[in-house]
């Protein structure tokens, strides 16, 4: 018997609504845990703050899962663009410099990743496994392997849990998180690059049969990708204080659990904007109820991996059926 087609718009909607049932159902189980603790106001405004910088190194990652490819190294490249950030803040550059800095930092990162991948035609696992040790040492190198002590200029307001004026609701960060998101929704269905990006990421050959500029779109999406991951340096500098090269790290973990979450195929030509959000969410809830529930640091480890097994599985299923 064939395998049932589902209408795209079905499945479209099926991939924004699923990883928000997900978010749901985890919520629920919490809850329903001893001593059923309750969620407080300032626990979502804590939860909404620790999601940020896996939401906006997830939307860089959901365009690269997308395109077909993967990046191993973005927590070395969010630890080596903290460093920069707090070097330039204690250069004595403005604010805008200082996170110019950080984000500049994160677009070389991810266009050398991007230019490796396509020059050497390297596996992208193999390359960004590689380059996670390589940025990493660089961070370890401009620091002198210590913590970077530095102003931050205003910067911490905008990862602090309260806000610094009610009318925020929530960090003022978290709403950088969802401008950002806005606008790569926007590049991924109303831009050339997002229609090629999916292209690509479904058919590679199909895509340069097509005249399709595959080599120079797959540059420009680690150069997004990094440049996302930039800026997710600057507010980490911000939330520390410190610019730390030893931070972040298995951070690539949790956004690609994230974004198969939110409804990424590992084997590329799908994802989802607003369902890696809510993966980042449900990644930082996970971690707050855990840590509510004084569970040791392994249990939320191995949550999260069964959490991506169960994800790729769900996909496999899925594109079987398609």
């Known amino acids: 018997m064939p395998p049932l087609r589902t209408h795209p718009a079905l499945r479209t909607l099926a991939g924004i609504v699923a990883p928000l049932c997900g978010l749901a159902l985890v ?3 919490f809850l329903l845990i001893p001593p059923r603790a309750a969620v407080t ?43 920069i950030a707090a070097l330039a803040s204690r250069a004595g550059w403005p604010v805008l410099g200082v996170v110019a800095a950080a984000a500049g930092t994160g677009l070389l990162c991810g266009a050398y990743n991007g230019v490796l991948i396509t020059a050497l035609r390297l596996p992208a696992f193999i390359t960004t496994l590689g380059t996670l040790g390589l940025f990493r040492g660089i961070a370890k190198w401009v620091s002198d392997s210590g913590t970077v002590p530095a102003p931050t200029r205003g910067l911490e307001l905008l990862m602090t849990p309260i806000p610094p004026h009610p009318g925020w609701i929530v ?63 600057a507010l980490q500098f911000a939330r ?29 030509g799908t994802g989802s904007i607003i369902g890696t ?13 855990c840590t509510a529930l004084e569970w040791p640091n392994f249990v939320q480890e191995m949550i999260v991996g069964h959490i991506i097994i169960a994800a790729v599985t769900v996909d496999m299923l899925r594109r079987r059926n398609l």
């Open 27 to 29: 919520v629920v189980v």
């Open 41 to 83: 106001v300032l626990d979502i405004q804590t939860i909404a703050v620790h999601a940020v910088l896996v939401s906006i190194v997830g939307l860089g990652m959901t365009l690269v899962v997308i395109s077909g490819g993967i990046d191993l190294s973005v927590g070395s490249a969010l630890a080596l663009s903290s460093v």
């Open 171 to 233: 960090a003022p960060g978290v709403w950088v998180a969802v401008v950002l998101a806005a606008l790569l929704g926007v590049i991924l269905h109303r831009t050339t690059m997002g229609r090629h990006t999916v292209a690509i990421g479904s058919n590679e050959t199909a895509a340069r049969f097509a005249a399709l500029p595959v080599t120079r779109r797959r540059i420009q999406i680690y150069a997004l990708a990094g440049l996302l991951t930039g800026i997710a340096g």
């Open 240 to 268: 520390l204080t410190v610019g730390d090269p030893t931070v972040a790290v298995g951070l690539e973990l949790e956004v690609v659990a994230a974004v198969v979450i939110g409804g990424a195929s590992l084997s590329g």
């Open 277 to 289: 959000l809510a993966g980042a969410v449900m990644m930082a809830y996970l971690r707050n109820r």
